[in-house]
């Protein structure tokens, strides 16, 4: 998944980056309202967490503009300011929800996992394909109720794959998504991560769910042998 942080502080707008990583989230960083309003517009994103105090345009004039654009993207407003009519303000230029600093990250998680739901972006927190089960919000993989040992990597490129499960995923799509890699990058570093991926998902296991598709790239689905 993509979000996008529209947020003027650089250490908080990292420390959520980093957060998001860590539940398998890609984010990109916007530090003022119009480099903000301009990327949520070339680039679909899952969600923007948007700061209501910003440098060109506030958080109000970003969300009131991206829903006169007839942009539907889910947001979440930040603000410093608890003062009710400044919520009302948020809520009625079209954001989905308001959350008051300082805050806590699980607090954001819950809402964000919330406000998705309703959306049916994420339509469930847990997918099951065979005996592996992954839980994105809580990062737990099993297989056949074993715990599998990933790192954040392995865990990312795992959801990527079981949310898509039965769709082929080339190489470039897996290196946007997991590693936020352009064309020109190297795509061996995909094959590499694979692998590891599949000596720990797969490799225990008689039944393998991880496949290779030459000259294409890979796919998870529970296949009849």
């Not at 979440?76 to 009519?85: C, G, K, N, Q, S």
């Not at 959306?119 to 927190?125: E, F, I, K, N, Y």
């Not at 990597?153 to 898509?164: G, N």
């Amino acid at each position: 998944m993509n979000f996008l942080i529209i947020e003027d502080s650089e250490k908080t707008a990292e420390q959520l980056r980093k957060g998001l990583a860590e539940v398998s989230i890609n984010a990109d960083i916007a530090g003022d309202g119009l480099k903000g309003l301009a990327m949520a517009k070339e680039k679909a994103y899952d969600l923007i967490i948007l700061d209501l105090m910003l440098p060109g345009i506030d958080g109000f004039e970003v969300v009131k503009r991206l829903r006169q654009a007839g942009m539907s993207t889910p947001v979440i407003m930040l603000t410093a300011r608890d003062e009710v009519h400044d919520r009302i303000c948020g809520l009625q230029s079209g954001a989905d929800d308001y959350l008051v600093k300082p805050f806590s990250f699980g607090e954001l998680c819950a809402r964000i996992q919330a406000l998705l739901r309703r959306g049916q972006v994420l339509q469930q927190d847990e997918v099951q394909v065979a005996d592996l089960t992954v839980n994105f919000f809580a990062r737990k993989a099993t297989r056949s109720g074993k715990h599998l040992e990933l790192t954040p990597k392995e865990f990312a490129l795992l959801s990527m794959l079981i949310r898509r499960a039965g769709e082929v995923q080339s190489r470039l799509r897996i290196a946007e998504s997991v590693w936020n890699l352009g064309f020109d990058a190297n795509m061996k570093i995909v094959d590499v991560k694979l692998a590891g991926l599949r000596a720990k998902v797969d490799g225990p296991f008689d039944k393998k769910l991880i496949h290779t598709v030459r000259g294409v790239g890979y796919v998870l689905e529970d296949r009849d042998e």
